[in-house]
């Protein structure tokens, strides 16, 4: 485990709840149109669940703040501190818009994941792994099935792809339980 669970979350938790909320509102998640804060409430739930701590929850919350909403690293710095604008850092795959081509982009992020430090790839991996439990659970979905692929900007050759070398790149130098859950989830996306 990286963290304890010592002590509760607090205000610099519910802050980042409110700031997640308000900088995400009206957007949804592909396919499903759930809201999107959804998502960051989920990846900050298993960052929980898989003994992260809350500086690393407020990184969940906010993990897609840079590259979905514009927000800037120095104004996360400047609310929730330099560890969790480096967390979100580690993160995001572009902070440019429009962003650039999928798998490009998606390469460049490959190459610093091995990288990074435990503390980084706890919460990218949950990240990770909501999302492709969440296209499990679409594949499985009668009215979403295999038309699930068509919200990617890849293939499902090209997701798999990413998942997979994903995975590979958070266990380099990394052994920890979730990384064990997410390739059981992309063994269960490449099954379908």
Same mark, same amino acid.
């Given at each position: 485990?990286?963290?304890?669970?010592?002590?509760?979350?607090?205000?610099?938790?519910?802050?980042?709840?409110?700031?997640?909320?308000?900088?995400?509102?009206?957007?949804?998640?592909?396919?499903?149109?759930?809201?999107?804060?959804?998502?960051?409430?989920?990846?900050?739930?298993?960052?929980?669940?898989?003994?992260?701590?809350?500086?690393?929850?407020?990184?969940?919350?906010?993990?897609?703040?840079?590259?979905?909403?514009?927000?800037?690293?120095?104004?996360?710095?400047?609310?929730?501190?330099?560890?969790?604008?480096?967390?979100?850092?580690?993160?995001?795959?572009?902070?440019?818009?429009?962003?650039?081509?999928?798998?490009?982009?998606?390469?460049?992020?490959?190459?610093?994941?091995?990288?990074?430090?435990?503390?980084?790839?706890?919460?990218?991996?949950?990240?990770?792994?909501?999302?492709?439990?969440?296209?499990?659970?679409?594949?499985? =979905?009668?009215?979403?099935?295999?038309?699930?692929?068509?919200?990617?900007?890849?293939? =499902?050759?090209?997701?798999?792809?990413?998942?997979?070398?994903?995975?590979?790149?958070?266990?380099?130098?990394?052994?920890?339980?979730?990384?064990?859950?997410?390739? =059981?989830?992309?063994?269960?996306?490449?099954?379908?």
């Amino acid at each position: 485990m990286t963290g304890t669970h010592d002590r509760a979350w607090g205000a610099r938790f519910e802050e980042a709840l409110r700031f997640a909320a308000a900088r995400h509102a009206g957007q949804v998640r592909k396919g499903n149109g759930a809201p999107y804060i959804t998502h960051p409430l989920a990846v900050a739930s298993i960052v929980g669940e898989f003994g992260g701590d809350e500086e690393q929850a407020v990184a969940a919350l906010l993990h897609d703040v840079m590259e979905d909403c514009q927000v800037s690293a120095e104004e996360i710095a400047a609310t929730f501190g330099a560890g969790v604008a480096e967390l979100v850092e580690h993160c995001t795959d572009t902070t440019e818009h429009p962003k650039p081509p999928w798998r490009p982009r998606k390469e460049a992020h490959l190459a610093k994941l091995a990288g990074l430090p435990a503390r980084a790839k706890l919460v990218i991996a949950a990240d990770k792994l909501h999302n492709a439990l969440a296209t499990v659970r679409d594949l499985d =979905r009668p009215s979403v099935g295999p038309v699930v692929w068509s919200r990617f900007r890849a293939g =499902r050759d090209e997701v798999l792809w990413y998942y997979r070398a994903a995975h590979a790149a958070l266990a380099t130098d990394w052994e920890h339980e979730i990384v064990r859950e997410l390739g =059981r989830a992309v063994a269960e996306l490449e099954k379908r």
